[in-house]
Antibody, heavy 119, light 106 residues
């Protein structure tokens, strides 16, 4: 089973870029859909987007975040990343990386990493 | 934008049947999915494609989806089923989650 581990800064200043990486083990980065999902403290889940790489990169982002989001794949290191620009306090959340063999649902989740946006 | 609506909370006695609903415009025309999230843990898929159970999910979990409502049913509810449950579907070209339902086993 694919295992996922998020990493990145736990604190980001307002207006700056939030950057997270998800390291994949137990599976190839070229075989799955790789997603980012976040959960604000005490709130529900929000899908950020996914990327799929099979020679070329295909991606889809949540329309509400599309202007600020980039999800990319690093095949040499078997990992994928999230960049979220111009962050505000509303972007404070637990960020999960996740994977699935289909776009329809999420099968595997990382443990999540808390990112706080504050000066 | 497309929205999925769940009741904030549902209570059930041990051994009884719990039903959690998820409402969305013409939800039955799409597949619905359900996740269980215990406190401090990552979500776990418990139902996919409306009514299918992933490997390792107990048979007491079942699902249905018709019209505007998808339903997660837990038969013979156990204390360990106490958790937050989220429905999910695709709408307006995005993966959408419901607001979540806290299931309390009294």
């Amino acid at each position: 089973q694919v295992q996922l581990q998020e990493s990145g800064p736990g604190l980001v200043k307002p207006s700056e870029t939030l950057s997270l990486t998800c390291t994949v083990s137990g599976g190839s980065i070229t075989s799955y859909y790789w997603s980012w999902i976040r959960q604000s403290p005490g709130k529900g889940l929000e899908w950020i987007g996914y990327v799929f790489y099979s020679g070329s990169t295909n991606y889809k982002y949540n329309p509400s975040l599309k202007s600020r989001v980039t999800i990319s794949v690093d095949t040499s290191k078997n990992r994928f990343s999230l960049d979220l620009t111009s962050v505000t306090a509303a972007d404070t959340a637990l960020y999960y990386c996740a994977s699935s063999t289909t776009i329809y649902f999420i099968k595997n989740w990382g443990q999540g990493t808390l990112v706080t946006v504050s000066s | 934008s497309y929205e999925l609506t769940q009741p904030p909370s549902v209570s059930v006695s041990p051994g009884q049947t719990a039903s959690i609903t998820c409402s969305g415009d013409k939800l039955g025309d799409n597949f619905a999915y359900w996740y269980q999230q215990r406190p401090g843990q990552s979500p776990v898929l418990v139902i996919y494609h409306d009514m299918k159970r992933p490997s390792g999910i107990p048979e007491r979990f079942s699902g249905s989806n018709s019209g505007n409502t998808a339903t997660l049913t837990i038969s013979g509810t156990q204390a360990l089923d106490e958790a937050d449950y989220y429905c999910q579907a695709w709408g307006n070209d995005a993966m959408i989650f419901g607001g979540g339902t806290k299931l309390t086993v009294l």
